[in-house]
């Protein structure tokens, strides 16, 4: 299975910042990646699909990078509907696996 | 747009079947779409479970493939989810979702809560 590592775990911002989330994966998935947002007591919503693709209705706020082993999902400016929990997701080859999730926090 | 409604029991008795099904509104089941089944345990991330096409073919995470099946049932534009020999590991938050292009995750449905427990 293909290992898919986030950093940071947790980060703590404040509204107007921009944050950064990284995606590892163990091994070389060209730009097969996306990425979901989680509030508390909800379903992931699809973000960002092909690395760098947004999705329909997201906020031009999100944008994604990266290909091969590293990627990064970027908030350019922060909202309060923002803070919830960050997952990358892997579509190179089964299973497809999630990153741990990265919780971003009101500073 | 496609919505998706897990249902089934909330509490399955250790060394039981945990059984759960997806009903799909707002678009055909039989689309040119994979189906699938993600797990989210307690405070915990996501697990991939299994995938079904309309013509019955499947494809199922291997740590989880000898206690699965995912069935189908074109008529009642739905599908199933079946996990046998449960145990306390499997209680989790199911989650059903189209796979776009069997590729990405999106809608996912809102998620039903099974626990484990005699």
């Known amino acids: 299975d293909i290992q898919m590592t986030q950093s940071p775990s947790s980060v703590s911002a404040s509204v107007g910042d921009r944050v950064t989330i990284t995606c590892r994966a163990s091994?070389?998935?060209?730009?097969?990646l996306a990425w979901y947002q989680q509030k508390p007591g909800k379903a992931p919503k699809l973000l960002i699909y092909a690395a760098s693709s947004l999705q329909s209705g997201v906020p031009s706020r999100f944008s994604g990078s990266g290909s091969g082993t590293d990627f990064t999902l970027t908030i350019s400016s922060l909202q309060p509907e923002d803070f919830a929990t960050y997952y990358c997701?892997?579509?190179?080859?089964?299973?497809?696996?999630f990153g741990g999730g990265t919780k971003v926090e009101i500073k | 747009q496609v919505q998706l409604q897990e249902s089934g029991p909330g509490l399955v008795k250790p060394s039981g079947t945990l059984s759960l099904t997806c009903a799909v509104s707002g678009g055909s089941i039989s689309s040119s779409n994979w189906w699938s089944w993600i797990r989210q345990p307690p405070g915990k991330g996501l697990e991939w479970i299994g995938e079904?096409?309309?013509?019955?073919?499947?494809n199922y995470n291997p740590s989880l493939k000898s206690r699965v099946t995912i069935s189908v049932d074109k008529s009642k534009n739905q599908f199933s989810l079946k996990l046998s020999s449960v145990t306390a590991a499997d209680t989790a938050v199911y989650y059903c979702?189209?796979?776009?292009?069997?590729?990405?995750?999106?809608?996912w449905g809102q998620g039903t809560l099974v626990t484990v427990s005699s």
């Open positions: 997701q892997q579509a190179n080859s089964f299973p497809h696996t």
């Open positions: 091994q070389g998935i060209s730009s097969w």
């Open positions: 979702a189209r796979e776009w292009i069997q590729l990405w995750f999106d809608p």
């Open positions: 079904i096409y309309h013509s019955g073919s499947t």
